[in-house]
């Protein structure tokens, strides 16, 4: 049996009923979402106007993080030929916590735009399971769609509306019962008052793109996709977008999943990176476990004079490689200034003439997954 606390609108679940409460549950955490599972017993009354909820557990309690998003065994196939299929995601499995910045990322043709399409119930999958905040998208898509929204690198509006028109015409199709509130939120948030009765086909490529992220905050989502929101940009523009994103993330407290090509973007803006390569997820986890796990630390390149022995760095701790030619010496490490010292001292022997100490970055990462 389950009772499901939505910190959000104070919702409880369970088998024999639903009850909402408006005010803050009695002892249970209201920081993020939890789950409450137990096997046997489950007892909730309301009571009064402050609606207590006593919950009596017969035996023990299991407290678990509520993942916003979770994928098990996603496939999907596209028609390839009159007979044949192409097989465009295989066996994708995926957690996102909520309240992170998540990232996907991988080259082109990848899967990374048809997995958001699939998390963003656009795209049905051919097999596996998908849960939005507990929500499966299949048998509950409706109920998903009102939590999510989609911002799109490329956004296609109505050319003759006008911006607000644009913003009112998606209003009505998600079912905004104030539009006008709703619509004013979105266009002083995103600064977009200068351009309300401009026409979406006279305005420049980043107002279009904060025209796409305005649209998907009408609905107050709790879970918001972002598929390559700086293509196309120039470098200032690209950079305010992103500040804009963190804003957007840190004072809504959603959580956001976004598909990006720009290393230095999923660097600044996610803590952890999936990365997707022919349908399938190869890596996932934060830019720095990426880097430990591809060797990718921090790198220091001496180049010496004389002979030296680099069997006299073997008890050193915190090198993750090495690679020596004669004069030169390339040590990837964990943290250099814990090992600088010590490693300098290694070299009293020799003439040390240069020393170069470079930090990788994504992009490093990304070049040696998708290769």
């Known amino acids: 049996m389950e009772v499901t606390n939505l910190i959000r609108n104070r919702r409880i679940v369970g088998r024999s009923g639903v009850w909402w409460c408006e005010k803050r549950v009695a002892n249970l955490p209201t920081t993020s979402s939890y789950m409450y ?3 046997y017993i489950v007892y909730a009354r309301c009571k009064g106007d402050w609606r207590s909820i006593i919950i ?3 035996f023990g309690l299991i407290i678990q993080s509520m993942f916003a998003v979770r994928a098990e065994g996603v496939y999907k196939y596209y028609k390839n030929g009159p007979h044949g299929k192409k097989e465009v ?3 994708v499995s995926v957690e996102i916590d909520e309240g992170e910045i998540f990232g996907i990322l991988g080259p082109n043709g990848a899967g990374k735009t048809t997995l958001i399409s699939i998390l963003s119930t656009l795209t049905i999958p051919d097999a596996g399971k998908v849960n ?3 929500i ?6 409706n109920s998903v769609k009102s939590i999510v929204n989609v911002s799109s ?4 509006f109505p050319w003759s509306l006008t911006v607000y028109e644009n913003l009112r015409y998606f209003a009505m199709l998600y079912g905004i019962k104030n539009k006008d509130r709703a619509i004013t939120n979105v266009i002083d948030m995103l600064e977009l008052e200068p351009f309300r009765n401009a026409r979406f086909d006279s305005l420049s490529t980043g107002t279009k793109q904060r025209l796409s992220l305005a649209k998907a905050l009408l609905n107050e989502p709790r879970l918001l996709f972002l598929d390559e929101p700086t293509v196309g940009l ?3 523009m690209a950079i305010k977008i992103r500040k804009l994103i963190r804003q957007i993330h840190d004072e809504k407290e959603i959580t956001v999943v976004l598909t990006t090509h720009y290393m230095k973007e999923a660097e600044q803006l996610c803590g952890r990176i999936a990365f997707i390569k022919k349908g399938e997820i190869i890596a996932n986890a934060s830019p720095g476990e990426l880097k430990r796990q591809m060797k990718l630390g921090e790198t220091i390149t001496i180049d010496y004079h004389g002979k030296f022995d680099i069997a006299v760095l073997n008890d050193m701790h915190g090198i993750l490689d090495i690679r020596h030619t004669d004069g030169k010496l390339i040590i990837v490490t964990e943290n250099v200034e814990s090992i600088l010292n010590d490693l300098l001292k290694k070299f009293c022997d020799v003439l040390v003439k240069n020393i170069v100490i470079s930090q990788p970055d994504l992009e490093d990462v990304f070049l ?3 290769h």
């Open 368 to 370: 040696k997954l998708a």
């Open 89 to 91: 995601l295989r066996n």
């Open 136 to 141: 499966d998208t299949l048998l509950e898509a």
């Open 132 to 134: 939005i905040f507990g």
């Open 56 to 58: 009596l557990f017969a």
């Open 234 to 236: 120039d470098p200032d």
């Open 37 to 39: 599972e137990h096997r």
């Open 153 to 156: 690198g490329n956004p296609n």
